[in-house]
């Protein structure tokens, strides 16, 4: 069996897309999905299975109605994007991981000069592969950046901050 992650954007916020995890499931072990794990109610699934063919997405959206952007990892992609982290961070709320559904097609120099106009003094950032890293150690309700992020990126993301990485982390080593 594999292992993966699966990270719903836009889910249980502000009282829209409103999908329990209890509910998501108990559908998703009905299309053969096992050892299923939430993690809050942002939409942060550890599940395993043979091979990973279905379109949650599309899935949810005959369900409940409305179709969330789904970013699909690997057990070995999550551990690399913490593994890839270049910052550290004493509260694991200034710390976010912006998962993007494709790599963005954007250079380093045309990306620093985009976010360095918007991002504070005391914000810092790296793009690695697929992963956008955001140290924000005023807060990410604050941040300029963290609201133009994925607009500048030019592709869809779903951000999890340090704690919930983290708890991702142990989840995945529990089902060793």
């Known amino acids: 069996m594999n292992t993966y992650i699966a990270l719903l954007r836009g889910i249980n916020v502000g009282g829209k897309n409103k999908l329990?995890?209890?509910e998501l499931k108990a559908l998703l072990t009905?299309?053969?999905l096992h050892d299923i794990q939430t993690y809050i109610q942002s939409g942060?699934?550890?599940?395993s299975c043979e091979h990973f063919d279905l379109d949650m997405g599309k899935l949810i959206e005959a369900e409940?109605?409305?179709c969330p952007d789904v970013m699909m990892l690997t057990k070995d992609q999550l551990l690399t994007s913490i593994k890839n982290c270049p910052f550290t961070a004493d509260e694991g709320k200034q710390?976010?991981?912006y998962f993007c559904k494709t790599q963005p097609q954007i250079s380093k120099q045309a990306l620093t000069e985009i976010l360095d106009e918007i991002k504070k003094p005391s914000e810092s950032y790296q793009l690695i592969n697929d992963v956008f890293y955001l140290y924000?150690?005023?807060?990410i309700g604050r941040s300029k950046l963290a609201e133009?992020?994925?607009?500048?990126l030019k592709v869809s993301c779903t951000a999890r901050n340090q704690n919930t990485i983290l708890q991702l982390q142990l989840m995945l080593k529990e089902k060793q």
């Open 95 to 97: 710390l976010h991981y």
């Open 44 to 47: 942060n699934v550890v599940f």
């Open 136 to 139: 924000a150690p005023e807060g």
């Open 64 to 66: 409940f109605g409305f």
């Open 30 to 32: 009905k299309h053969g």
């Open 148 to 152: 133009r992020v994925e607009k500048k």
């Open 20 to 22: 329990p995890m209890k």
